[in-house]
């Protein structure tokens, strides 16, 4: 059971994936949890397993007055926020660019950037005048270096980037650090999805990441710990890459 007086962490899209190992690593790091997700019933169920003192709630990014709600009430409810870990997201932008509309590389910028930006001022908001917090974006390695027909998504997360740069600028002498990870593929249910409709192959994958398999949800949510930890206290304003050497791999093979 957490205690009344932990620190208070917030991670969106936390009923599913990453986000889900995300909020469970902070659990046992003794945070109670607030997992605000598009599918409410299911990140109620999820708080519950991680016990008493945590919160499940719906949200939709994209909404920004849905954002600002959540945060409020995690605020009012828990008392505080310490940590936000923007990472709700949606992959269904793999498909040629003549097919792709101007409302699907919207909506891909919308969840993924605007999403992010919201929440973020929404939970400094709460941060600021607390003297502080951190903030960890996912990112993707489809905003740093180019994958074939993942325009909108690629933007938004190359966008969160240069936001992640941005805020912590604006916000490092005020106690706020800001930072991002940049998975590589991650086996997760989006991924999943992905594989199923052919859009992905997991061999050619596994043959180009230096790594040799795909990452385990797990080992995102330990990047996350640490940029979110006072470990990281001199670290703010980047990107990690966490793709198992994948864009640090720029040759044909050996
Ligand atoms: P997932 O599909 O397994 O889980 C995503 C969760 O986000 C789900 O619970 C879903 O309900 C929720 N969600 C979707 N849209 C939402 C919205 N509009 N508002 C609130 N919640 C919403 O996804 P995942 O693979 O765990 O990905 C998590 C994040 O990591 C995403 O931002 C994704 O782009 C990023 N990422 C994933 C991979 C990968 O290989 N899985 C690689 C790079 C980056």
Known sequence: MAQQDSPVMLVTGGAEGIGWAIARRFAAGGHRV???????????????????????LACDVAQEAQVAAAVARVAETLGRLDVLVNNAGIADSIQPTLEQSGEHFGRQLDIHLKGTFVASREAARVMLPRGGGAIVSLASMAGMVGLPRRNGYGAAKAGIMALTRSLAAEWGRRGIRVNAIAPGYVRTPLV???????KIDTGAITRRAPLG????PEEIAEVAWFLASPAASYVTGITVPVDGGWTAFGAAGD
């Open 213 to 216: 398999r795909l990452a385990r």
């Open 192 to 198: 999943e999805a992905l594989e199923r409709e052919g």
């Open 34 to 56: 607030a997992i605000a997700d598009l599918r409410g019933e299911a990140a109620e169920a999820r708080a519950r397993e991680l016990g008493a003192g945590h919160l499940g």
